[in-house]
């Protein structure tokens, strides 16, 4: 298994700009997460999936953020509009069964610099 | 719901000295505590975990132990080595609005010095 897939691995956009960001879970895996890491905040949790269906999104940090997973094998995290403060490496993450009795397996992250 | 504190946020050890890395929760019904290892530029990576039902758990040179009345646990490297440098985080499972979900830890950057 090639493991959890993100695209793209950076982007650089401008204030303002859609940005979206994809996923690609382990196949079998019914659990998919969306973290944001940064320095000063560390990694947080934004939203995560059991079956296709969002679970818990209180960690979005506002409604510029929106994120859907249409079936098993594909998410996407946006924001719409982007503004330099959203810069941040986002990790997609998978994991098989119940959420937090197994390990959850991180993708390369994307590196997104909004200028 | 779950919160997670972590320390220290550095730690700098010479090569083969030991290094503790210190973690409370306070939600006493979490019962699941992994802990991952970033590497500089590389995803976070499941190094070992324990669940509350034991109080020790070792894997070669690494091992993490539970107090559960005090609410922390603790990962241990011993014999230090170069590529043990890297980002490390625990984690505990959350509860409530959170349930299902790992709650991770600032992290601790560790340095060990050649």
């Known amino acids: 298994d090639a493991g959890v897939i993100q695209s793209p691995r950076h982007e650089v956009t401008e204030m303002g700009q859609e940005v979206t960001l994809r996923c690609k879970p382990i196949s079998g895996h019914d659990y998919l997460f969306w973290y944001r890491q940064t320095m000063m905040r560390g990694l947080e949790l934004l939203i995560y999936f059991n079956n296709n269906v969002p679970i818990d999104d209180s960690g979005m940090p506002e409604d510029r953020f929106s994120a859907k997973m249409p079936n098993a094998s594909f998410s996407t995290l946006k924001i719409q509009p982007s503004e330099p403060r959203d810069s941040a490496v986002y990790f997609c993450a998978s994991s098989l069964g119940l959420a937090g009795y197994n390990e959850q397996f991180f993708g390369p992250g994307t590196r997104l610099t909004v200028l | 719901g779950e919160n997670v504190e972590q320390h220290p946020s550095t730690l700098s050890v010479q090569e083969g000295d030991s290094a503790v890395i210190k973690c409370t929760y306070s939600?006493?019904?979490?019962?699941?505590f992994p802990w991952y290892k970033q590497e500089l530029g590389k995803r976070p990576q499941l190094i070992i975990d324990i669940r509350s039902n034991v109080g020790e758990k070792k894997d070669q040179r690494i091992a993490v132990t539970l107090n559960k009345t005090a609410k922390h646990f603790s990962l241990h490297i011993t014999e230090t080595q170069p590529e043990d440098s890297a980002v490390y985080f625990c984690a505990a499972k959350g509860y409530g609005g959170s349930q299902g979900n790992l709650i991770f830890g600032k992290g601790t950057k560790l340095s060990v010095k050649p």
């Open positions: 939600d006493s019904a979490s019962n699941y």
